[in-house]
């Protein structure tokens, strides 16, 4: 049985940092490519981070220099560091593994940026 477990959400003031961890079970992962993406209360989910199975990135342009995605395969989990908070960045984060049209989800954390 797949499961996405995400972790490391939580309230930090505005130019905080935070680490969120995704651990995937079920099978190896390694081949598939990861990715996190957010959803703000009224607007539609968007991606922020993705990294293929060789290790590529993508980044999207509002959180370039801030925010870093990574991966360690030997424990199907990948990170999203989150630097320079912004309230903006308020959001649920979610993440995604996938393989072409195969995909899986995690349930969510919160990340809530405020003073």
């Known amino acids: 049985q797949v499961q996405l477990v995400e972790s490391g959400g939580g309230l930090v003031q505005p130019g905080g940092s935070l680490r969120l961890s995704c651990a995937a079970s079920?099978?190896?992962?390694?081949?598939?490519?990861m990715g996190w993406y957010r959803q703000a209360p009224g607007k539609q989910r968007e991606l922020v981070a993705s990294?293929?199975?060789?290790?590529?990135?993508r980044i999207v342009d509002s959180v370039k220099g801030r925010f870093t995605i990574s991966r360690d395969n030997a424990k199907n989990t990948v990170y999203l560091q989150m630097n320079n908070l912004k309230p903006e960045d308020t959001a649920v984060y979610s993440c995604?593994?996938?393989?072409?049209?195969?995909?899986?989800w995690g349930q969510g954390t919160q990340v809530t940026v405020s003073s």
């Open positions: 990294i293929s199975s060789g290790g590529s990135t």
């Open positions: 995604k593994v996938s393989s072409g049209p195969v995909g899986y």
């Open positions: 079920g099978r190896d992962f390694s081949l598939y490519a």
